[in-house]
C-alpha cells in the first residue's frame, strides 16, 4: 500500500519561500516516477484546489498558469519523493498542503483533476503565510 508523508509546511512572512516534500513511505526499489503527484491546497472555508502537478510522462503543470513563475513542482532524484518549492508567498497562500497520487496518471492542462481521481493521499502539511 502506498502512503504518502508531506513536509515543509510552516509559519512564513509574505515574500518568503518554502519547499514541501512529499515522500512515499513504501519499501525498498519503489519508485512515484509510476505516479502522477498533484498538490492539493484546502484553504480555510474553501474547497480543495490543485495547484500544481506532476505526471506519470514526466510533464508539469501549475495552477492557474499565471502562478508558473512563484512554483515549481520536480521529482527528486531518489525516485520517492516530489518537491513543491513555493516562492514569493502571499496571504492567499495559505492553507493545508496535501499530495495525491495516481498510477499512470497525466496532468491536466488547465487545472488538476478532481481530487476523487487520486486514490493515495497524505495527511497533509500546514502553510501559514502572515506577518
Known amino acids: 500500500q502506498l502512503r504518502l508523508v508531506e513536509s515543509g509546511g510552516d509559519l512564513v512572512q509574505p515574500g518568503g519561500s518554502l519547499r514541501l516534500s512529499c515522500v512515499a513511505s513504501?519499501?525498498?526499489?519503489?519508485?512515484?516516477?509510476?505516479?502522477?503527484i498533484v498538490w492539493f491546497r484546502q484553504a480555510p472555508g474553501k474547497d480543495r484546489e490543485g495547484v500544481a502537478c506532476i505526471g506519470s510522462d514526466a510533464n508539469t503543470a501549475i495552477y492557474p498558469d499565471s502562478e508558473q513563475g512563484r512554483f515549481t513542482v520536480s521529482r527528486g532524484n531518489d525516485k520517492n519523493t516530489v518537491y513543491l518549492q513555493m516562492n514569493r508567498l502571499n496571504p492567499e497562500d495559505t492553507g493545508l498542503y496535501y499530495c495525491?497520487?495516481?498510477?499512470?496518471?497525466?496532468?491536466?492542462?488547465?487545472?488538476?483533476?478532481?481530487?476523487?481521481?487520486?486514490?493515495?493521499w497524505g495527511q497533509g502539511t500546514q502553510v501559514t503565510v502572515s506577518s
Open positions: 513504501v519499501g525498498s526499489g519503489f519508485t512515484l516516477d509510476y505516479y502522477a
Open positions: 495525491a497520487a495516481k498510477l499512470g496518471g497525466r496532468c491536466g492542462e488547465r487545472r488538476s483533476e478532481p481530487a476523487y481521481e487520486y486514490a493515495y
